[in-house]
């Protein structure tokens, strides 16, 4: 018996609309990662990406638990000597909503160049509206059972 492998015309992407207001994050993170990985899918192979594009809109509504939102620091580096700059999660969260849920689907998505192509395929919106509707997205919640 052969072992299944799907070939690049035998996917078919979906879009799905997720809203992010009072979710959690990493919750919403890991739904997220699931969808674009394809890990539900019935033709979901480790070495192809075979997800879905999702589209993220209320990024600015997104909740933490604990004392995440001043304790919680985003680290970037400008590759210079003493470049290294730190954000707590409150100044992210008020600056740039979409820049959090896209750092936490991003550290859950493998590391090579299948999870950039994966990574590519999520759109994040700080408020309710996106300009994707002619795609058709359905909407999936975040806390959706697995299937």
Do not use: C
């Not at 070495?47 to 999702?54: C, I, K, L, P, S």
């Not at 620091?73 to 400008?78: D, I, T």
């Amino acid at each position: 018996m052969k072992t299944y492998s799907p070939r690049k015309a035998d996917l078919d992407s979906q879009w799905h609309l997720i809203d992010a207001s009072g979710e959690t994050l990493g919750r919403l993170a890991s739904r997220v990662a699931q969808l674009l990985r394809g890990k539900a899918n019935p033709r979901f192979a480790p070495h192809m990406d075979t997800g879905d594009h999702v589209i993220v809109v209320n990024a600015d509504k997104i909740v933490v638990t604990g004392n995440k939102a001043q304790q919680k620091l985003y680290y970037r580096h400008s590759g210079y000597p003493g470049g290294l700059k730190v954000t707590t999660y409150a100044q992210l969260i008020k600056a740039r909503p979409e820049r959090v849920i896209e750092h936490a689907v991003k550290g859950m998505l493998p590391k090579k160049a299948l999870g950039r192509a994966m990574y590519r395929k999520l759109r994040v919106y700080k408020g309710p509206n996106h300009p994707h509707a002619g795609q058709l997205p359905r909407a999936a919640s975040a806390s959706e059972e697995r299937v």
